[in-house]
């Protein structure tokens, strides 16, 4: 059965909605999220937020953004287009909804695909179709989902644009697109932040360095301890003093 083939209109508590993580977003706009709840109080949505009942309680299936504005407005009941579907079904008319949106950002787009893959059990190609990607896209993305906690924490809390990790993209060695990261991080630590050129000119140094030495390994900063690439965590953290690690040629 489509997820669409039953729709109807009803009324629901904004609080009531059940919120799963993978539709969850983590990196918003709270100023967009206060002026969409002022445009929304006193007023009906223009496109109902899209629910579908498991268990007697309405799951969210898109409209993430609205029903959040619509708590923080205080609206009392939030108008819903409830539609029937598996989970399947619920996760494709989501993402078929979201994939032209340009606001999301790339660790939100990267849990949709783990939860396709991981927990759904599709294959990438087919996942990675439903939201609008290649598949050279989606592993990409999925690369970033792996950044140091750091460089999210910063991204999260909007001292660092989201738009800007796109550019790291082209490496694909995972230490190297860590450290790329972490340099960016501590620049917006530092208050000088990295131009778009900037971060490409070191995305370049770092595919030629790689394509120079071959395989590489990776020094402790302190301690100076050396490690295999497949020894350590993608956070590229030293397992002896949790400091940063460096690559270094062999």
């Avoid at 299936?61 to 287009?81: D, H, T, W, Y």
């Avoid at 949709?112 to 599709?122: A, H, Q, S």
Wanted: aromatic fraction near 8%.
């Amino acid at each position: 059965m489509s997820v669409e083939a039953s729709a109807n209109i009803q009324f629901f508590k904004p609080q009531d909605i059940v919120v799963e993580d993978w539709v969850r977003r983590l990196y918003v706009d709270e100023e967009f999220l206060d002026k969409l709840g002022e445009d929304i109080r006193g007023r009906r949505l223009e496109e109902p937020i899209k629910v579908r009942v498991k268990d007697g309680r309405p799951y969210l299936v898109s409209g993430f953004q609205r029903l959040m504005a619509s708590i923080r407005s205080g609206v009392k009941l939030v108008e819903c287009r409830v539609v029937d579907g598996d989970d399947w079904e619920a996760y494709v008319s989501h993402c078929r909804e979201n994939s032209l949106r340009r606001d999301i950002s790339p660790f939100d787009l990267a849990r949709k695909i783990e939860y396709g893959c991981k927990v759904l059990k599709k294959p990438l190609a087919i996942v990675a179709e439903v939201n609008g990607l290649t598949v050279d896209m989606a592993k990409k993305l999925l690369r970033l989902q792996k950044l140091p906690d750091r460089v999210k924490h910063a991204v999260r809390h909007r001292t660092l644009e989201w738009t800007k990790l796109y550019e790291l993209l082209p490496i694909k060695n995972r230490p190297e697109i860590c450290e790329v990261a972490n340099w960016i991080a501590r620049r917006f630590d530092e208050g000088d932040t990295p131009t778009i050129e900037e971060i490409r000119s070191k995305v370049r140094l770092f595919k030629s360095k790689r394509h120079r030495n071959g395989d590489q390994r990776l020094r402790c900063r302190r301690c100076m301890e050396v490690f295999d690439q497949d020894e350590v965590e993608w956070v590229c953290l030293c397992k002896n003093c949790i400091s940063e690690l460096k690559l270094f040629r062999r």
